[in-house]
C-alpha cells in the first residue's frame, strides 16, 4: 500500500476534529450528549470519503491528542 500524502491529512483533520469534539463534551451541559454523539462523525467520513489510511490516522492521532491533553499532571 502507498503511502497518500493526502489521505494522512484528511486524517489528521478528522483525528484533531474529533478530539476536540470529545474534549468539548466533557463539560456538563445538555450538549455534551449530541457532542459525544458526534464524535465519531469526522473518522467516519473520513473512512468513507478518503480511505482505510485516512481512518486509521484519525484514529491514532485523536488517541495522542487526548492522551497528552486529558492526561493527570504529575
Keep these: 500500500m502507498t503511502l ?3 489521505s494522512v491529512l ?3 483533520l478528522a483525528g484533531v476534529a474529533s478530539a476536540i469534539l470529545l474534549l468539548a463534551s466533557g463539560q ?3 450538549l455534551s450528549i449530541f457532542l459525544f454523539a458526534a ?3 469526522p473518522i467516519f467520513i ?3 470519503g478518503w ?3 485516512a481512518s486509521i490516522t484519525a484514529v491514532i492521532s485523536a ?3 487526548l492522551a497528552v491533553v ?3 499532571q504529575a
Design 46 to 48: 473520513a473512512g468513507l
Design 39 to 41: 464524535a465519531a462523525l
Design 51 to 53: 480511505s482505510n489510511q
Design 10 to 12: 484528511i486524517g489528521l
Design 63 to 65: 488517541f495522542i491528542i
Design 28 to 30: 456538563p451541559s445538555m
Design 70 to 72: 486529558a492526561s493527570p
Design 4 to 6: 497518500n500524502v493526502n
